[in-house]
């Protein structure tokens, strides 16, 4: 806590008890939770601890105007994606709310949002501080990862099957029929809805992530697109693969739109929170039988470059439309 | 990582090295740093992990001036202060820096200060996120302490001895000096330097906090004044306390004011970033014999309230003039 926090320690810690408290309790590793000058937290005795923080920003993550509700999930739920690309078992968070006033029910929203990911995933806040100044959340998650099975960015291998997880482009279309302009109307309310859902919902793919310790290489999420997010595993592991377009999950939303715009938002547009990751083909064969959402687009190669093809195997442009992922920026 | 980060993916990831790098390395227990969806640390065989966040906005937390340097030191010392309030031996930091604009003077210059305190504690940089919006700066620190040795703030006992470590009231002189135009016409030039460090660049008191373990029964970093910070010991405790204002530490360069003025903000002044700790007299004489920078201002009482008193026994009237903790609050 510092000096100046215009909700003072006092009232800080009430605020946290009054709309946090139902995420403050659950977990037995927790021997001090929120209330003092740090949580004490027992690790687990044999495997790693994971973390990782990410802030939002009003105005550069989300839109004013996104219900408290939808904030509070996404917020987590962007975490627990990171601890999903690693394998790691969730297992606590801490919360780092900047808000421009104390709206009880703003924050009773935003709570709710928080506390339905929460407790889907076992997850407990352990800590937080708020202070006043513009709408910023900036979250930390720990979870827990065997150190044998602990899934990377630089472990990909030349052979492997590259995979996805759920469908691509669903958050990137929702984000630019606002931005952009993009038009929806062949989508009925429901498909619209779908596509929002899937910008401001996202769900974390926890459970396929602790299925990949047993199979993949290496593995990421998709926060920045497709490309990109790939491009960080194969620049990494130092190769190249080769992808389908044609072979890209595309949602019965998304595909009520040109196919070709479909395609560069599956390819480029971010926010959809799904894996992806590398496995030999002889380990995919059990993920594939299970029933979770996984295709495989394409293959690590040797030559360093990220090659596009089509179901022809033509070499497939990427357009250049500008509905990629970095359209916050100005 | 988030879709729409203005510095995207790879150039973070370029931007962390450039500026940070000599904070991402050096300890053995991470066994993946910056650069995957999360970091792996390898915990403490027998300790509990301790953890605390703390956020700074500009204009609220610091003034828009300050030397980025003296930023990046203070950022992490009010950390490490959190650590030092419960014992704990501190390990890994995280930092999610949102930032206006990539300015590579300020950031190399805000790298620095954070090195600074970061080598000197063996504390290393795991895992970050920078985005673009108005200058915030959230730290998340992680340290180790012995299940048995945890110093709270429930534990006061009646009987303890009240004592702080260092002096007090020396930030909110500076503080007040540019937000209530207190004078320091008084002071030299050294003296007026020394204040202005003691607001930016406080002490972290790791060193005094880890001894505590051995002695202590309650202990907290004053970070929003002696009363307000003593006063959550208290309640959590459920004890009162009796303190001798005019046993209160107070430096060289704030006894150059009048010592009613001195006093209060001994009192109520927040940043000092202190220990205030509880500790029974007959284990106080090993830690007041060696080398460190404490003072015993009181005792703990049964009565649940706040007795201030002077060097007669006297009762003390906390004087009003309005420079207490809370300043920047509208």
Redesign the interface.
Known sequence: ??????I???SEFSLIQTYFAQLTRGRSDV??GI???????????TE??????????????FFADIEPFRLGYKSLA?GL???A??G?EPAWF???L?LPENNAAWLESFASGLAELAVQHNVQL????T????L?I?I????H?P?TS?L???TARVGDKICVTGTLGD?GAA?NSRLTGLNLQALTAEQHDYLWSRLELPTPRNTIGKMLRQCAHA???I???LL??L??VLA?SHVGAVLNVDSLPISEALLQLPRSIATELALT???DYELCFTAPANKLRQLLEADVEVTCIGEVTTVPELVLVDHAGRVFETPQTGMG??????
Chains 1, 2 share one sequence.
Not at 35 to 45: E, I, Y
Not at 126 to 129: E, K
């Open positions: 806590m510092v000096t100046t926090d215009f003072l320690a006092a021997v001090k209330g003092d000058d740090c949580a004490l937290l027992r690790g687990h005795p790693l601890l994971a973390v990782s923080i990410d802030t939002l920003v009003e105005g550069v993550h962007v994606s990171d601890l690309a690693m790691a801490t919360l780092a900047t352990v800590g937080g501080d202070t006043r100044g513009p910023t900036s930390q998650v720990h979870g990862v150190e602990g990377r960015r630089d958050a984000l593995a990421i999420d926060s920045d697109g990109a997010d491009g960080h990494a547009a971010g926010d992922y970095d359209h916050f920026k100005q």
